[in-house]
C-alpha cells in the first residue's frame, strides 16, 4: 500500500508486533463460507453513519493509549445471531493520534468512510483489535450494485456456500478514504518481487453473469447460513456487546500479550497437568537460581554461602532400604565445615611448632 504522505501522516502498525487481530478464519475467494459463518457472533447488513477516534487508557507514565476507531452501523438486516438493537458501534484498532493529521493504520485491517454499505461477520467486538472474522476478509462491500471485497475483487457466492472471486475493478470507494473529514488516503496495489499487480477494470465494464447483485449475495449467504448451520450453531451465538465510544477502556494489545492455553491440553489426564506444571515450576526456580550470586546465609550455623547447589556436582544415587531398616539420619549441613576448621588447627599447630624450634636453637646459640 503506498500512501500519499502530503495528505496525511501514516504510523503503519504491524499485526505481527502487536497481535490481537483475529485471523483464525481469514476466507479467501475460491473457498467455502461456512467455518466463517460458524465462527461469527453475528451477522449483518448495514450502512456506516458514524465514525469516530478515542484513545484506550495509558498502561504506564509514558504511555498515552492506543488509538482506536469506533465505527457505528445502521442494521439493516441480521442475518445471524441475537441482536435486537437498531445500530452497534465496532471497535478497531487503529486511528487519529492526535488533533493534527497523524493517524495509525493497522495492516491488513478495513478503512470505512461514512455512507459504507456492507455485510459484516463479527466475532469478539471490544474484544479483539479487529472484531471481525479473519479481519478484512469478514467484510463484503456493496459498491454499485456489485459486492466486492476489500481489495476490490468481484465476489460471488453459491448456495452451497463457496466464495468465487472475479475481476478487480477500478473503484474510488475502495482507493481512497477520508479520515477524520479532512484527511484523506490514497491506496495503490504495488507488486511484489516476482508477482504482477491484478488488472483492473471499471465498474461499467462487467457483463452480466460476472457478478452477484447484494439482493442476490445476500439471499445466497442466507441459504448457506440455513442450510449449512445447525440449529445449535445458531442458538448458541453469544452475547454480542456495542462499543461505547464514552466509557473508558484498555487495549485489547494488553489482552494479546498474555499467551493462550495450549489447546492440546485439554486432552491430558489432570494427573499430568499437574507434573507438567510442577517441571515447569521447577525448571523456572532452577533457572532463578543459576542467575543469582552468592549469597550471606542469616543463619549462625552456616555464616557464609559461597556455592550455589544447583552448581555443585549432583549427588550419588539414592539407595533404597528395604522395610524395618532404620531410616538416615538426616544431613543437617553442620558437619561441612569441619574439615577446613581442623585444617586450619592443624596448620596452626604446626606453625606454632615451627616457631618454637627455630626460637630455641637460637637462643642456644647465644
Not at 507514565?61 to 442494521?75: L, M
Not at 454499505?117 to 469478539?124: A, C, M
Not at 466509557?247 to 499437574?274: G, K
Amino acid at each position: 500500500m503506498n500512501i500519499n504522505r502530503a495528505t496525511v501522516k501514516v504510523a503503519l502498525i504491524s499485526c505481527v508486533l502487536f497481535g490481537g487481530v483475529n485471523t483464525v478464519s481469514a476466507d479467501t475467494p475460491n473457498s467455502n463460507i461456512t467455518n466463517s459463518l460458524k465462527m461469527a457472533d453475528l451477522v449483518f447488513k448495514g450502512t456506516v453513519f458514524n465514525i469516530e477516534y478515542r484513545r484506550s487508557l495509558p498502561q504506564g507514565k509514558t504511555d498515552e493509549g492506543s488509538p482506536y476507531t469506533f465505527v457505528t452501523y445502521e442494521i439493516e438486516e441480521v442475518l445471524k445471531g441475537n441482536y435486537t438493537q437498531r445500530s452497534i458501534t465496532l471497535r478497531f484498532l487503529g486511528g487519529l493520534l492526535g488533533k493534527g493529521d497523524e493517524f495509525a493504520l493497522v495492516s491488513h485491517q478495513p478503512l470505512f468512510d461514512i455512507g459504507d454499505q456492507d455485510i459484516l461477520l463479527v466475532k469478539g467486538n471490544t474484544r479483539q483489535s479487529c472484531p471481525l472474522v479473519g479481519c478484512s476478509h469478514g467484510r463484503f462491500r456493496m459498491i454499485g450494485g456489485v459486492m466486492v471485497n476489500e481489495e476490490g475483487m468481484v465476489l460471488n457466492i453459491d448456495s452451497e456456500g463457496n466464495l468465487a472471486g472475479g475481476h478487480h475493478l477500478d473503484l474510488d470507494e475502495v482507493n481512497s478514504h477520508r479520515m477524520s473529514g479532512t484527511i484523506k488516503l490514497q491506496r495503490t496495489v504495488v507488486a511484489g518481487p516476482g508477482e504482477q499487480s491484478p488488472a483492473t477494470i471499471g465498474l461499467t465494464d462487467l457483463e452480466p453473469g460476472q457478478y452477484q447483485d447484494p439482493d442476490t449475495f445476500t439471499s445466497s449467504l442466507e441459504q448457506t447460513i440455513q442450510q449449512q448451520l445447525t440449529r445449535e450453531d445458531l442458538d448458541n451465538s453469544p452475547k454480542v456487546i456495542s462499543a461505547d465510544i464514552d466509557q473508558p477502556f484498555e487495549s485489547s494489545l494488553q489482552l494479546a500479550a498474555q499467551p493462550p492455553e495450549d489447546p492440546w491440553q485439554q486432552n491430558v489426564p489432570p494427573s499430568r497437568q499437574q507434573q507438567m506444571h510442577e517441571e515447569k515450576r521447577e525448571a523456572a526456580e532452577n533457572s532463578a537460581l543459576r542467575n543469582q550470586p552468592p549469597s550471606l546465609s542469616t543463619n549462625p550455623d552456616h555464616p557464609v554461602q559461597h556455592k550455589n547447589p544447583l552448581l555443585e556436582e549432583p549427588a550419588p544415587p539414592r539407595r533404597e532400604r528395604g522395610p524395618g531398616a532404620e531410616p538416615s539420619p538426616p544431613n543437617t549441613g553442620h558437619d561441612t565445615g569441619l574439615p577446613m576448621i581442623r585444617y586450619l588447627a592443624g596448620l596452626g599447630l604446626l606453625l606454632l611448632a615451627g616457631y618454637l624450634f627455630f626460637r630455641r636453637r637460637k637462643s642456644r646459640s647465644c
